[in-house]
């Protein structure tokens, strides 16, 4: 139930003599619903709902974030704000002015055919019993289970300069996933690896997808694991699927270039970065089959949006152009902190954490290879599926990263089935082994709901698009 | 809060119909967070949050609701009302869950703790002067907690607690970094001020060169709060019940294939320090004390009521994701002032990183160095290391591989603040490993 507020009347409610006053509403609510081993196991509806009230004195933000929307509550906060801003600019890192937070308006509204409503629970839930018995193809699958968690998202944002930015959002997060076991021989199989089917669409979704078909085959594939070899160790090629890509270009990149990191503001939490401020414009970060590019436009991708938490205006944006770094991903306070062009990427997880620079859509443009061209060119490989490992140092250099499901590449084809696949490298010389992208046919749009970083920590919603991907003399091995 | 939560619970009981069952639960806070970098204040702020779980039980089919707490009656007891009707009507649609938990009223408590804290626009001034001159980063978290729980069997439970921590990292020019946590109930400026002396004591260790060392296996000793990392793995796909049986769990090999690990090795669950609640979500109570892993031996997994169920077991009333939440390892005899002698020539950890499991079944976990680490040849601390990955099997490290354990535990308390502030702390001691796989 969202109560409705009228949050441009709550800021004439803020009477404090601060450079600037903005006020960010956030209604969200979970509606989770999983079957497991046959039975249901989650079903239900939650909802937060709140205020961020921000201030800006003496060139040094404070915040009060707040669940009472009422002019008193409001108010209380703004006062209260005020004073922990105050004290805190007598020590303040940075003095920012009101430029930190540009003025804009407009809206912004996730596209879709079939809301959260048109699919009832008792539907949802025959359909997600359905695909379980798909998935329990044998009697060594010990354990399966299919979820839908939808995600509905309300986002209203005003300010003392004039910002009054509207956005909604309806997202959801699908995974199956069948575990077989014969011993302490087990393997499990997922739809896209660590819930990493995850997008910005309505219920529509459930009609266009083949969820039965793909059930089955995740329930064949970890049946097939079980009496698979263990990938092969060794210095050799890896093909790299989209929804293992999707990680990759997450960790290795992505954290890499957060401003906030390179600053030095999470050199507590997260870590720092191997990238400097100096580096944007110089740095051959990968090969020069490399794109990269900051996209909050593209349809249905998770982190899709058209301003950020501090109102800035969100456009695509390269970061990585044929290989060379040319952007960071910082917003607005990290764009005056370092005087380095950015983007729109300013984001809090709620009404109760303040923003900070955070991934979006972060993708890898596609090339122009086929499948088939990508394998054709390895003499001895692994072609890799599906996160489910994944470790990276806190300045994002040595990573190491597990997959779901493995395929042995023998003379430029696809012979027989591996378990375990893992690689690791160190994240410039891994981007600068990538020999070739594959095209628009091997596209796929991944994402995840767990993004976690930042002090107090918040978890965010990224998205991820890639195609599938060719690296050369990469370290791979197997299982123990 | 406590009274906005019975007011509210008292309210929403009366909603129900015959038949009806409905558990609440609710966690709350009163916080401010202020977020240093370069010995500056980077963002400062005050959070209000409380959340009002309820799940709701009829006709054998389960329903979970929630919304946050205004803090205003009406609003909260009209959102509760639609709440329930949601789920009443929700009911009738899902299929039966034969595994359903029931309620239960095994008796209430109550447990206030008020502490002598540093308050909110005293705390810039109390804590940056001791950093002066540091590379100081971190974050600054204070105030109340508060947890309940309450069904309309009239069981009832309250946890309200006051409390800090710095979490922070001192970073020399070179970029080699000593970590600290310093928490408590009660503020103590100069216990605070010694805390920070020692860690700048450290940092003045991280000022020699950092050596680079090779892959390999070697004698190392991890401090406790890296230990308490590695304990961390075992709640998740490790020491729970369900993760057992459905075939992703890392103790398999000691389930099935009756693996000991190290007689030197035992971990309990302990609630006795009041950390945390020992009351869980759905209101039940946990043992103060239960053995997980003695002497190196599986004694017990963590098993929520409807694993019990599920898979025809006793309960020990585990939260339902079967996490540990407030592990303690036993201690054993190495003296720390012999730590470096005993340790001859390898690697002394004081923490490590973004551990994952990169083979659940074999145990392996793989992670990297981090902070205050060093290379240590004929007994003594040579230099800080660059950072190096890990990849070995827990059946390893905390099996035959574990040389000694030490004779002290140091607390570890849970800072993480995701969503709100966690509760809970991971008691250890450090560990001599011999043969620990470092492999990029």
Redesign the interface.
């Known amino acids: 139930m969202k109560s409705d507020i009228d949050i441009k009347q709550l800021l004439s409610a803020v009477d404090v003599p601060a450079q600037w006053v903005g006020l960010r509403e956030v209604y969200e609510a979970h509606t989770p619903r999983m079957i497991r081993d046959g039975v249901p196991v989650a079903n239900g509806r939650a909802f937060t709902h709140g205020i961020m009230v921000e201030v800006l004195v003496n060139g040094q933000f404070g915040y009060y974030g707040t669940p009472n929307m009422t002019p008193e509550g409001i108010s209380s906060a703004a006062k209260k704000a005020y004073q922990q801003a105050e004290i805190a600019s007598r020590h303040a890192n940075f003095q920012f002015d009101e430029s930190a937070r540009p003025s804009h308006t407009g809206s912004y509204a996730s596209p879709f055919l079939k809301d959260r409503e048109s699919l009832s629970a008792g539907k949802l839930n025959k359909i997600l019993l359905e695909a379980y018995n798909e998935l329990k193809v044998s009697d060594k699958i010990v354990s399966a289970s299919s979820l839908c968690q939808v995600i509905e998202t309300s986002f209203s944002f005003v300010s003392s300069n004039g910002s009054d930015i509207n956005q909604d959002f309806l997202m959801f997060e699908f995974d199956l996933s069948a575990t077989a076991a014969d011993g302490t021989n087990q393997q499990t199989r997922t739809f896209g690896g660590m819930r990493g089917n995850c997008r910005q669409m309505g219920m529509e979704y459930f009609d266009k997808y083949e969820i039965l078909a793909n059930a089955n085959r995740i329930g064949e594939q970890a049946i097939e694991l079980l009496s698979a070899d263990d990938c092969p160790t060794g210095e050799m090629d890896a093909v790299i699927a989209p929804d293992q890509m999707m990680l990759q270009i997450h960790e290795s990149i992505g954290h890499a270039l957060e401003v906030d990191r390179i600053l030095g503001d999470e050199r507590n939490y997260a870590g720092w970065s191997f990238v400097k401020l100096e580096d944007f414009g110089k740095l051959q970060y990968g090969s020069k089959h490399m794109n990269i590019t900051f996209d909050p436009t593209l349809e249905s991708e998770f982190a899709s949006y058209a301003f950020d938490d501090g109102g800035l205006k969100a456009t695509k944006e390269y970061l990585i152009k044929d290989g060379l770094l040319v952007r960071g991903l910082g917003g607005q306070e990290s764009q005056i902190r370092s005087g380095l062009d950015g983007v729109a990427n300013f984001r809090a997880s709620s009404w109760n954490r303040a923003p900070i620079d955070r991934m979006a859509n972060i993708n890898l443009e596609p090339g122009d290879s086929t499948f088939d061209d990508l394998i054709s060119q390895v003499e001895y490989g692994v072609y890799m599926e599906s996160n489910k490992s994944w470790s990276i140092d806190d300045y994002r250099n040595k990573f190491q990263f597990g997959c779901e499901y493995g395929k042995l590449i023998e003379n430029g084809k696809m012979t027989k089935t591996v378990k375990n696949p893992n690689y690791r490298g160190i994240s410039n010389p891994f981007w600068r082994s990538l020999k070739g992208v594959g095209n628009e046919d091997t596209f796929g749009i991944y994402g995840t709901p767990n993004c976690g970083k930042g002090e107090p920590n918040q978890v965010i919603r990224v998205g991820h698009a890639s195609p599938t991907c060719l690296f050369e003399n990469i370290q791979i091995f197997g299982g123990v | 809060m406590e009274k906005i939560f019975n007011q509210l619970s008292d309210s929403l009981f009366s909603e129900l119909n015959n038949g009806e069952n409905l558990i609440l639960s609710f966690d709350g806070e009163k916080s401010?967070?202020?977020?240093?970098?370069?010995a500056?204040?980077?963002?400062?702020?005050?959070?209000?949050?409380?959340?009002l779980?309820l799940k709701f039980i009829v006709n054998n089919?389960?329903?979970?609701?929630?919304?946050?707490?205004?803090?205003?009656f009406d609003?909260d007891l009209?959102?509760g009302k639609?709440?329930i009707e949601?789920?009443r009507l929700?009911a009738q649609?899902?299929?039966?869950?034969?595994?359903v938990v029931f309620p239960e009223n095994a008796g209430s408590s109550h447990e206030i703790k008020i502490a002598d804290s540093l308050p909110?626009?005293t705390a810039?001034?109390a804590l940056?002067p001791a950093m002066s001159g540091a590379d100081f980063?971190?974050?600054w978290?204070n105030g109340r907690m508060f947890r309940g729980n309450a069904n309309n069997l009239g069981q009832k439970h309250w946890f309200e607690t006051e409390s800090f921590s710095l979490?922070?990292?001192l970073?020399t020019p070179e970029?080699q970094?000593v970590?600290g946590s310093f928490a408590g109930n009660d503020w103590h400026q100069a216990e605070y001020e010694s805390y920070v002396k020692r860690s700048r004591e450290k940092l003045s260790l991280m000022e020699r060169k950092p050596v680079k060392i090779d892959t390999g296996e070697y004698r190392t000793w991890f401090e406790s709060a890296a230990v308490s990392d590695f304990l961390g793995m075992f709640s998740w796909n490790g020491i729970s019940e369900a993760s057992l049986?459905?075939?992703?769990s890392g103790f398999?090999?000691m389930r099935?294939?009756d693996i000991r690990l190290s007689p030197k090795f035992s971990v309990i669950e302990d609630f006795s320090p009041g950390y945390c609640p020992k009351f869980n979500s759905d209101g039940e109570v946990s043992p103060e004390k239960l053995s997980l892993i003695e002497n190196g031996e599986l004694k017990n997994t963590l098993v929520s009521s409807r694993s019990a169920k599920e898979y025809g077991v006793e309960s020990n009333n585990a939260e339902s994701g079967e996490y540990m939440r407030s592990p303690k390892m036993a201690a054993g005899s190495l003296n720390h002032e012999d730590v470096v002698s005993e340790i001859g020539k390898g690697l002394y950890l004081s923490n490590i990183?973004?551990?994952?499991?990169?083979?659940?079944?074999?145990?392996?976990i793989?992670?990297?160095t981090?902070y205050a680490c060093f290379w240590v040849e004929n007994g003594e601390i040579i230099a800080p290391i660059e950072?190096?990955?890990f990849?070995d099997?827990f059946y390893n490290f905390f099996g035959e591989r574990l040389l000694e354990v030490e004779d002290k535990s140091s607390v570890n308390p849970e800072v993480?603040?995701?969503?709100?502030?966690s509760l809970g702390a991971t008691t250890c001691p450090g560990i001599l490993v011999d043969d620990f796989a470092l492999?990029?």
């Not at chain 2, 500056?40 to 959340?51: C, E, I, M, S, Y």
């Not at chain 2, 049986?245 to 992703?248: E, M, S, T």
């Not at chain 2, 990183?353 to 392996?364: C, E, I, K, T």
């Not at chain 2, 993480?416 to 502030?421: F, I, L, V």
Request: proline fraction near 2%; glycine fraction near 12%.
């Open positions: 401010q967070f202020i977020r240093f970098n370069h500056k204040v980077r963002q400062t702020g005050l959070v209000d949050d409380a959340d779980g089919r389960s329903v979970h609701g929630g919304f946050t707490v205004s803090g205003n609003i009209a959102r639609y709440e949601r789920m929700e649609e899902i299929p039966e869950d034969p595994f909110f626009e810039v001034d940056l980063v971190g974050i978290a979490d922070y990292s970073v970029h970094m970590k049986r459905q075939g992703c398999g090999r099935h294939d990183h973004y551990l994952n499991w990169s083979d659940n079944a074999g145990g392996r793989t992670g990297l981090r950072t190096m990955r990849d099997s993480e603040t995701y969503g709100g502030r492999t990029l």
